[in-house]
DNA sequence: CGGCAATGACTGCCTGGGCAGGCATTATAG
DNA sequence: CTATAATGCCTGCCCAGGCAGTCATTGCCG
C-alpha cells in the first residue's frame, strides 16, 4: 500500500515532484542551450555526440532506444549532424538495414568545448550542493525513474536488456 | 567558490543531473498524460485551470508569467479550453486591453476527476519514498530552481516580486 | 525454397511551442 | 493635451517532436 504523499482534497500544483521537475528541466535546458547557442546546439544534438563517443549506441535505432527519442525525429537529427560534418553515416556490412554512425576528428573537437561549458552550468546550478546530497539527489531521480519506467510497460525499460540469457 | 561536481575529464551523461531530471520529467508527463488521455488533456491545459481554480492567475500575462508559457502559445491553449466551454473570456472594465479568465462549472468538473488521477499517478511514482524523503527531494528541486532563476536574468524570477513597495 | 513477421531507416503529416510583429489600450514624459 | 513608451492579447511563420505508413533487408518457420 503505497502512502500517499497527495491527497485529492489539499493538492496544490506548484508543491507537486512533478510541477517542480518540470520547471526544473526547463530552466536546465535554456541555461545549457544557450550557453550553446554560439555553437548552435541543442541538448538533444549534444546527448547523440556524447553517446556515439562513449560508444553507448552506434546506429540510430540503438540512440533511439537509449536516448528515448522519436525514430523520425532522430533520422532529421542525425541528418543535420551529418551535413555539418560532425558524424558520418555508414552502412553495415553485416545487416545492410543498419546505419553505423560515427564522430569525426571534428566532432570530437566540437565535444571537448561544449563539456567543459555543461559541466560549469551543472557546477553553477549545483552550487551550496555539498556532495552527498548531490548524490542523493541523483539516487533520488534514479529510483524515480525506475519507478515510473515499471509503470510504463511501453516506452522503455527494454534499454538493459539485450543481456539475458 | 562553487564545488565541482562535474569534471569535464569524467564527464558522463547518464551521471548528469540534467539528464536524469530530464528523463524524469519526461516519463512522468507521459505517464500524466496517458492517464489524461480519455478525456484528452494536456498537461499544460491541466496548469491553466489548475491556477484558475486556485485563483494564482487570473489573466493570460498572469498565467504566462507564472507558468513560464509563451504568449503566443497560451492564446492558442486558452482558445482550446474555451471552445470547449470549460473556461470564460471576459474583457476587464478596469483595464481593456486585459482579458480575465474564469473557470465554468463545466471546467470545475472536469478537474474533479483530473486531480485524484494526477495524484495516484505522483503517488505510485513515489512509491517507496518516505515522507522524509519526498520532503527532502522538493526542498533539493526547489534550491536548484531557485539557483537557475538567480543564473537566468530575463526568462522568470519575476513571479514574486509585485509584492515590492 | 517460399511466405510472413520483425527490424531499421526514412518520409509526410499534424500539433504545439518559440519568436517576431501587429493592434488596441494604458501609462508616462514633456 | 500630445507624443512616446509600455503592456496585453493576438496572429503568422518556423522548427522539432509524435505518429503512422513505406521500403528494404533480415529472421523465422513450414
Redesign the pocket.
Known amino acids: 500500500m503505497p502512502k500517499s504523499h497527495y491527497k485529492p482534497d489539499s493538492f496544490h500544483l506548484r508543491d507537486s515532484i512533478g510541477y517542480l521537475i518540470k520547471r526544473s528541466q526547463r530552466l536546465m535546458q535554456e541555461r545549457i542551450e544557450g550557453l550553446f547557442e554560439q555553437q548552435n546546439f541543442?541538448l538533444?544534438q549534444w546527448a547523440v555526440l556524447m553517446y556515439l563517443r562513449d560508444g553507448l549506441a552506434t546506429?540510430?535505432?540503438?540512440m533511439?532506444r537509449n536516448l528515448h527519442?522519436?525514430?523520425?525525429?532522430m533520422?532529421?537529427?542525425?541528418?543535420?549532424l551529418e551535413s555539418r560534418k560532425l558524424i558520418e553515416?555508414r552502412r553495415s556490412a553485416d545487416?545492410?538495414?543498419?546505419?553505423e554512425l560515427s564522430l569525426t576528428e571534428a566532432g570530437a573537437e566540437v565535444l571537448d568545448t561544449l563539456i567543459p561549458t555543461a559541466c560549469d552550468a551543472l557546477n553553477s546550478a549545483l552550487d551550496g550542493f555539498t556532495r552527498e546530497e548531490v548524490k542523493t539527489l541523483q539516487s533520488m531521480l534514479r529510483r524515480l525513474i525506475g519507478r515510473m519506467e515499471e509503470l510504463m510497460p511501453n516506452s522503455a525499460a527494454a534499454s538493459d536488456k539485450e543481456k539475458v540469457s
Open positions: 541543442t538533444q546506429t540510430t535505432a540503438d533511439c527519442h522519436d525514430s523520425g525525429a533520422t532529421r537529427l542525425v541528418d543535420q553515416r545487416d545492410r538495414r543498419v546505419v
